[in-house]
């Protein structure tokens, strides 16, 4: 408990001559009205103090702040506003300095840069993520680092998002000092320097030697800027960003700060930053299971083993060598997992030569795998994860030797992406530490982890998979068992869809461009020829299933980029339309009996997206998915959803319920597809004029 208010503690130390000002709002000390209005308050104070010669302003915990109240977006500003705080922290004539414990983030760094002098303990970090929610630093971010730290490093903070540790923070200027002593008592014995040896107050509004070269020569920024653009297809944000910048290097300090507020307050109140701070809560929102009891506590994972060297066994490995959890994967053939480990040690290689991974550190990852075929290492695992053939026989025999030998307690999880989560675990004594574990290929670079709950499955099983997940750095969501989970069986709606437009008259290109064009990085049938279209062909063979045109591809070798053709031909990795293609799609077109016309962009692109949110209805309505914004987590990590656009039912919102439904039943009626009509999930919430974010979380049906 503060003595200013509940967020902020003033300390007087070194017999009044030092104010402390502590920021203290768990759990990230975000900059909500509270902590604001006392900080100008400690700091007023600490002015009108005669005995104070200067201020220090730190936080509690591991944050020095995460930046502005990200809640607070979506209500009136109150004052005093972070650039009140910020303008009064620069204009103090006292030196202020920021002790920064730990990550300063956002606002929070900007709160920084607007201090006389920073100091940082040796594990604080400085970003400005900003852009991540759609949104530019508006604090004076944009225009007080290029002045600190030049235009190059500003544009790569700025546009990257991304943190540097305080190391890089003191090489670029933009701390003064990392301290190595205890905070915030290091921090105290420095302010008493600067005030004993008189030191000038260095505020970052004054420095102009940093983007003199910019001045001189505009191209410096463009240059910088433009990896960054070419990334960010369709966004606002990082172009704003940039305006701001130039703005620093232009206007004059104040007239460039103005412009700054100005453009993040159109973005603040666009819909891409709502998008975008949409998937940033429901992200955490998605760990939160409605009936986990509070006590439930996950089992420590110190060791972990993987069944199965190919594809996904490989890549699961890595995830866990990458976080130094040992690991171990166990084969049932030694070529294969031959093959897998050099697999693996061929992936980091790869990074290592792309400069994106030391040799040493590729070494140190190496040493936490090993392999064997020997079945009973097993019993050494504290979480086992089988990524074995897909085969619903094998998987039940491979988890009844798991019963017999994993360790009491064990997580044992599946990696299986369509069969029945229920089915493997009753092959056991403890389906109660059964799940799925549904990692994305490539597994140690997709961030989505789909967990599938089954019908027993533990809390603490759920909890620990869920811990897993974090640990590896994934993003996870609990979906229930059905045939595809979320995130598949709303991609086979779009798929189906697909198939129907070629045979009606669309070419793969044009589907594939509305659907990039929209946002995603690539369209379907581009997506298809990348996954190998003898995956699906075997399971439509199984299932007796026929798409016409993908099985008149496959019957003519043509199974994607591994065969050099698919969709598309390929020239190296580059698709390029394929008049054999569109002499194939004309033929499935003519045995159907159709007449090829002329499809719209907007008409693929609805047909591409409203049988996705269909389907994500009755995911809903069935109870697979707890929350319309666990869907849209799925899409944005799985499926290269646009985070901008927020996902798909959050995009359905945005789009509006009944123009959804009234599409989708015009749809149904031409293709005569019963699944392509409305949800009753969806036409409930019509009739009632409501919208997915509505819906309350739910329990899963398991
Ligand atoms: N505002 C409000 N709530 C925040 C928040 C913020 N800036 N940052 C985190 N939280 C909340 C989270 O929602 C979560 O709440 P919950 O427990 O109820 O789900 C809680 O704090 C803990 O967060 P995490 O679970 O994410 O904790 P981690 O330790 O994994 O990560 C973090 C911490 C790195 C700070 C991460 O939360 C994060 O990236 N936060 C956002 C930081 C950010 O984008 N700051 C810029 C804000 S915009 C701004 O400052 C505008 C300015 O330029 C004017
Ligand atoms: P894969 O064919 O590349 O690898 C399977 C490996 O399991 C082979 O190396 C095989 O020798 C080994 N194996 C077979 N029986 C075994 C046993 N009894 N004990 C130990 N090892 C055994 O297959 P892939 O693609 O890695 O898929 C594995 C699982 O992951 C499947 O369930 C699949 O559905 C699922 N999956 C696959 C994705 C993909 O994109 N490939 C994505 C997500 C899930």
């Not at 869907?631 to 995009?651: E, K, L, N, T």
């Not at 015009?666 to 392509?676: I, K, Q």
Request: glycine fraction near 10%.
């Amino acid at each position: 408990m503060g003595n200013i208010n509940p967020s902020v503690d003033l300390q007087y130390h070194n017999a009044g001559h030092i104010a402390l000002v502590v920021m203290d709002n768990p759990p990230v000390n975000a900059l909500k009205h509270e902590l604001r209005a006392g900080i100008a308050e400690a700091l007023a104070k600490a002015a009108a103090d005669p005995a104070v010669e200067a201020v220090v302003l730190t936080g509690t915990g591991r944050f020095f702040s995460a930046g502005a109240d990200i809640t607070e977006f979506n209500q009136p500003r109150r004052s005093p506003t972070l650039h009140d705080v910020i303008a009064a922290l620069d204009a103090m004539q006292k030196p202020v300095i920021a002790a920064i414990n730990g990550q300063a983030l956002g606002g929070g760094c900007e709160l920084a840069l607007g201090c006389h002098f920073r100091l940082a303990s040796p594990h604080a970090r400085l970003g400005l993520p900003e852009i991540k929610l759609g949104l530019l630093p508006g604090a004076g971010g944009t225009q007080r680092l290029p002045r600190l730290a030049g235009v190059e490093r500003a544009v790569r903070m700025i546009l990257s998002g991304e943190p540097i540790s305080a190391q890089e923070a003191l090489a670029d200027g933009i701390v003064d000092a990392v301290l190595e002593g205890p905070f915030p008592d290091a921090a105290i014995a420095y302010a008493e320097r600067v005030v004993a040896e008189r030191q000038p107050l260095r505020r970052a509004r004054d420095r102009e030697d940093k983007i003199e070269a910019a001045r001189r020569d505009p191209s410096v920024l463009d240059k910088a800027a433009a990896p960054y653009l070419r990334r960010a297809r369709g966004e606002q944000a990082p172009e704003f960003a940039l305006r701001a910048i130039r703005g620093a290097i232009e206007k004059p300090f104040d007239e460039g700060l103005q412009q700054e507020g100005q453009l993040f307050l159109e973005l603040v109140q666009g819909e891409q930053s709502k998008a975008r701070r949409h998937v940033f809560f429901a992200e955490r929102e998605a760990l939160k299971i409605p009936d986990m009891p509070k006590d439930v506590q996950p089992w420590p994972v110190t060791r972990a083993v993987v069944i199965g060297a190919g594809t996904m066994g490989g890549g699961i490995a890595m995830c866990f060598a990458n976080v130094g959890i040992p690991v171990e994967v166990v084969e049932s053939d030694q070529a294969a997992l031959t093959r897998g480990l050099e697999r693996i040690a061929e992936n980091y290689r790869t990074s290592v030569s792309r400069g994106s991974l030391s040799a040493a550190e590729m070494d140190r990852r190496m040493q936490f795998i090993s392999g064997t075929l020997d079945f009973g290492h097993v019993a050494e695992g504290d979480v086992v994860i089988e990524a074995v053939f897909e085969e619903l026989d094998l998987k039940k025999r491979v988890f009844a030797e798991l019963d017999r030998l994993a360790k009491p307690g064990a997580l044992l999880a599946t990696n299986t992406s369509t069969l029945d989560v229920n089915a493997i675990a009753a092959a056991t004594k403890r389906p109660e530490s059964v799940l799925g574990m549904h990692f994305f290929s490539p597994a140690n670079v997709m961030r989505l982890l789909e967990i599938v709950r089954g019908k027993a499955t533990s809390h603490q099983a759920l909890a620990t998979a869920l811990a897993i997940g974090k640990q590896l750095g994934k993003v996870p969501v609990v979906v229930g068992v059905c045939d595809g989970f979320v995130g598949n069986r709303m991609l086979a709606r779009r798929t189906t869809e697909a198939e129907r437009l070629l045979l009606e008259g669309a070419l793969p290109q044009e589907v594939d461009a509305v659907v990039y064009d929209f946002g995603f990085p690539m369209g379907p049938f581009a997506m298809s020829d990348l996954a190998g279209l003898d995956v699906g062909w075997r399971i439509r063979k199984a299932r007796g299933v026929k798409a016409p045109v993908s099985d008149a591809l496959c019957e003519a070798g043509r199974f994607g980029q591994k065969t050099g053709a698919g969709y598309y031909r390929y020239e190296g990795r580059t698709p390029v339309p394929d008049p054999e293609v569109e002499r194939i799609i004309a033929e499935a077109s003519a045995r159907a009996g159709i007449t090829r016309r002329k499809i719209s962009s907007q008409e693929i692109l609805e047909r591409m997206i409203y049988p996705m949110i269909n389907e994500g209805a009755r995911i809903l309505e069935e109870g697979i998915a707890m929350r319309p914004g666990d869907i849209d987590v799925v899409w944005v990590y799985g499926y290269g959803w646009p985070a901008w656009r927020g996902g798909p039912m959050f995009f359905a919102d945005s789009v509006g319920l009944r123009q959804i439904r009234d599409r989708l039943k015009e749809y149904a009626e031409r293709s005569g597809d019963p699944l392509l009509q409305p949800a009753p999930l969806l036409e409930k919430l019509v009739a009632e004029n409501r919208g997915f974010g509505s819906l309350a979380p739910q329990r899963l049906a398991t």
